[in-house]
């Protein structure tokens, strides 16, 4: 193996003996790959579990690509009629359906393994979307997404809704009933768009729905564009997580200058590939043991029947939720001869596309409030920024009402409940749910920095009572360790942001002031309940102050870079 | 042979073959047939049992002679197959006021069940108990009672059955368990909010197509544990609780393997 980048023709120290290594020399010498890889293989990446969830969304992507290219050997994307002649399942056969319908029948009774390959892919999807919105709520609460990482913020949200659309299009491939219903809506979704309306659906259907398209373009969307879209923004998001190197949770040593964590070879490596083993383990063993998507059960598509217990995967339950809590009467307004339906435009709209707004604007919200240009590598711990948490949690709130309220006819059955009165607590509930958790989540914040605060000054209770000579009790305080203090005091207290005044000196108005003040309202919200860190003078003074607490006052060696990271490398950025 | 032979051509012959061949009609039909018959040929000691049974436990609701009460149908003319269907699958005699009466554990037995059957349909005729042949799954059509039972019942029942809810804390069961009788005679006489399918609608084979679905059902989901049958939320919840819930596990214990 080479140690020097140049080209030059160069006598070998030691020939490699290994057929490895021989292998990789004969590459190294044609290419150089070898500083790359050793580049790589020393860069220092921190470590935590949670950065592992990005992992499990490439992984179960992985599986999906290998499952996919299985089924697409098999599935044929017409929606011709035919007979299916199989005995299996005896529930469908004899019966007429489209070819789609038939060949995903005969993939899951006639090819060998064909009924698990569907169930892993179909499992590898729900879990890639749960790991994606895991994975995006780490980002969020931990503040990853600041400077200089926003751009990655705006490549995982554009993933994000293609990975929706991928599973919607491959949903709706094997063109049951269960899927169809689903086409029905986003038909009726389109058709309510006002003006364009009809005419989108009959561009999208090529025709009146269903039509004899769908499935064949929706196929190109699936195993094509949305797949080849992933792949290309895969590689940017890692791309760019590489570039900007990965964030740190806050701790000793740490700061915005350098990477705390091990080197990629061997350790990082080693926990990947054992992270993948599981995750393809787990996909596989769940693909084996619980049925998903029986479309046999649902039978062939026809545009009438609808059952009870209709609902999408569970990543498109909220809007099929904010359908289901949409009052229908009144909400349909004609006016001069168009319709406009906002029963449906509302919920099957607005309601995703501020939940997405929301999303996509967020990280440059925040930054414009905080007012601060620097870049962010140590993550925040959530409760250090009570506003955010808050946001967040009253995020997932809306979206765990909606989701729960698309799921309205179980819960009616299975807690015996009125379907009605479900309905209407909680549309009550999806005004009233957020706030509150707005609420709570930013109190209990704001307690636990105050805990904080109390713990860095005042120490571990030790419930240990002291008496001193001249007759006082004192409970013995044990100080926090070095590592302790750190994680508590190490971050910074934003306040509203301050502006300009409305003139300058000759008493001409300033322009743009209105737009200031707007954002200084906005910081405002954000910032003017907070709790401050405790300071090193306030910290003396405690000390100073609680002296004799303090038995055995502790060394304070100094933290510096390497000291917290006990057996970690330190890496400059 | 002779006699007959030379009275074949008598005149009042085709008037006796014409009886005898409605008697044997008529016999065929009494011994065969899934019967209203069996009000006629129930015995009476059956319909005093059951108008005693009837007296002590049901009178008080559906009032001394079954006419009805404010809230509580009348009897007279629903048939042996309503009682049976509504007492074997326990919902008769009702307890809880609630929604809708729900299926307990069956109060009457076989011998009681019949008794009252008999004595509700000695009221007036109405849809007799089917037999055993009508309902046993073994010749039913499977493919076509699921083309049926999507068509008609699963807007309510869910795709295979699983149950799913009405308005107002109403719902349609779960057939899981449901014996293919009960099965028969919900569609023959409609339980509360539930539509009748009346033999012109879905005709007695039809009927036993659906049951024979229904019946293959239970035989569990080629792909695994079928999830309660519920479709994408639970799938989702599974997907959540197993899936998720190992790999966030797997990556805390990976994460926490180092440090
Ligand atoms: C297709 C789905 C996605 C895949 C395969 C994926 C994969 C990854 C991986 C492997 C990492 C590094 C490990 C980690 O921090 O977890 C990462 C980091 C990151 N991801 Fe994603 N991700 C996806 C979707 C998203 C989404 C939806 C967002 C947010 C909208 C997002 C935002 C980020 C950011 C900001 C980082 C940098 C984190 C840091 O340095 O701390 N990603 N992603």
Redesign the pocket.
């Known amino acids: 193996m080479s140690t020097t980048a140049s080209n030059q023709h160069r006598e070998a120290p030691a020939k490699p003996t290994t057929p490895a290594g021989k292998a990789a020399d004969y590459l190294d010498q044609r290419t150089s790959i070898g500083v790359l890889v050793k580049e790589f293989a020393r860069k220092v990446f ?1 470590d935590h579990w ?6 499990i ?2 992984f ?2 992985v599986v999906l690509l290998i499952s996919g290219v299985f089924l697409t050997m098999f599935f044929e994307p017409s929606m011709a009629l035919t007979h299916y002649e199989g005995q299996h399942p005896a529930n469908m056969h004899g019966q007429l359906m489209s070819v789609a319908f038939a060949s995903t029948l005969e993939m899951s009774f006639e090819v060998r393994g064909g009924l698990l390959m569907r169930q892993i892919h179909h499992w590898s999807a729900l879990i ?1 979307m749960a ?3 895991t ?2 709520m ?3 609460f ?1 503040g ?2 600041r400077k200089p ?2 751009l ?9 809704i ?2 929706l659309a991928a599973g919607f299009s491959g949903y709706s491939l094997p063109d049951d009933v269960l899927s169809g219903n689903g086409l029905r809506i986003t038909d009726g979704v389109i058709k309510s768009i006002p003006v364009i309306g009809s005419y989108t659906s009959y561009l999208v259907f090529g025709g009146e729905f269903p039509g004899a398209h769908i499935v064949p373009r929706l196929f190109t969307i699936h195993i094509l564009i949305v797949p080849g879209l ?1 792949l290309a ?2 590689a940017l ?2 791309f ?2 590489v570039l ?5 949770y806050p701790g000793g040593g740490r700061t915005d200058d350098n990477v705390v964590g091990f080197p990629a070879l061997p350790v990082y490596v080693a926990k990947m590939t054992g992270n993948f083993f599981i995750i393809f383990g787990v996909l596989a063993l769940m693909g084996a043991t619980m049925a998903i998507n029986n479309v046999w059960n649902y039978g062939p598509f026809d545009p009438s029947p609808v059952s009870a217990g209709a609902q999408p995967d569970w990543y498109m339950l909220f809007l099929e939720g904010s359908l289901r809590l949409m009052p229908g009467q009144g909400t349909e307004w004609v006016i001069a001869g168009f319709t406009l339906p906002l029963n449906i435009l509302v919920p099957a709209m607005v309601v995703p596309g501020l939940l997405f707004t929301f ?1 996509f604007v967020y990280p440059f919200v925040e930054a414009k409030v905080r007012g601060d240009e620097r870049e962010h ?1 140590v ?1 925040d711990r959530p409760r250090n920024v009570p506003t955010r948490t808050a946001l967040g949690v009253a995020f997932l709130t809306a979206f765990i009402i909606l989701a729960l309220a698309g799921s309205n006819d179980l819960i009616a059955t299975h807690f015996h409940l009125s379907i009605n009165s479900i309905t209407w607590v909680f549309r009550v509930l999806i005004f009233v749910g957020p706030v509150f958790a707005f609420w709570v989540t930013k109190r209990v914040c704001l307690g636990l920095q105050r805990k904080d605060r109390e713990l860095v000054l005042h120490g571990h209770e030790s419930g240990r009572i002291v008496r001193f000579a001249n007759g006082e009790y004192i409970e013995v305080h044990r100080p926090l360790d070095e590592q302790e203090r750190w994680l508590r005091v190490n971050y910074h207290a934003y306040e509203p942001l301050r502006i300009e005044p409305k003139s300058d000196a000759r008493g001409v108005k300033r322009k743009g002031y209105g737009a200031d003040r707007r954002w200084q309202r906005l910081s405002r919200f954000f910032f003017e309940d907070r709790v401050e860190p405790v300071t090193p003078a306030e910290l003396a003074a405690a000390h100073a102050h609680g002296e004799h607490d303090e038995l055995a006052p502790a060394e304070h060696p100094a933290i510096g870079a390497g000291v917290g990271a006990g057996h970690g490398t330190t890496q400059g950025h | 042979m002779k006699a007959l032979a030379a009275r074949r051509h008598h005149r009042f012959a085709p008037a006796v073959l014409l009886l005898l061949a409605l008697l044997v009609t008529g016999g065929v039909y009494a011994a065969l047939a899934p019967s209203p018959a069996s009000a006629d040929t129930a015995s009476t000691a059956d319909i005093e049992t059951g108008k005693k049974l009837f007296q002590a436990n049901c009178a008080t609701c559906h009032g001394a002679n079954a006419e009805g009460s404010p809230g509580v149908p009348s009897l007279v003319g629903v048939g042996a197959a309503a009682v049976d269907f509504q007492v074997s699958s326990g919902r008769m005699p009702m307890q809880m006021s609630g929604p809708q009466a729900i299926s307990k554990p069956r109060q009457m037995d076989e011998e009681q069940t019949a008794a009252l059957a008999a004595y509700v349909s000695s009221l007036g005729a109405g849809p007799a108990i089917p037999t055993d042949a009508q309902v046993d799954p073994a010749d039913g059509d499977i493919a076509n009672g699921m083309a049926l039972f999507r068509t008609n019942c699963a807007m309510c029942h869910n795709a295979v059955g699983a149950g799913g809810a009405l308005s107002e804390g109403k719902f349609a069961p779960a057939l899981w368990e449901t014996t293919p009788r009960n099965i028969y005679q919900a569609m023959l006489t409609g339980p509360q909010s539930m539509p009748v399918f009346n033999d012109a609608n879905v005709t007695p084979e039809e009927k036993q197509d659906i049951i024979a679905f229904l019946v293959d059902q239970r035989e569990g989901s080629a792909g695994g544990n079928a999830l309660g049958g519920l479709g994408p939320v639970s799938e989702g919840l599974w997907g959540w609780a197993v899936g998720m819930g190992v790999l966030i596990g797997a990556a805390v214990w990976i994460g926490a393997k180092s440090s």
């Open positions: 921190p949670s950065f592992m969830l990005g992992e969304a490439l179960s992507f890639f790991a994606i919105v994975h995006m780490r980002i969020f931990t990853a997404f990482r926003e990655n913020w705006l490549v995982g949200m554009t993933m994000l293609l990975g992933l923004l895969i998001h890692l760019l997580m900007n190197k990965h964030t740190q999303l590598h993550l």
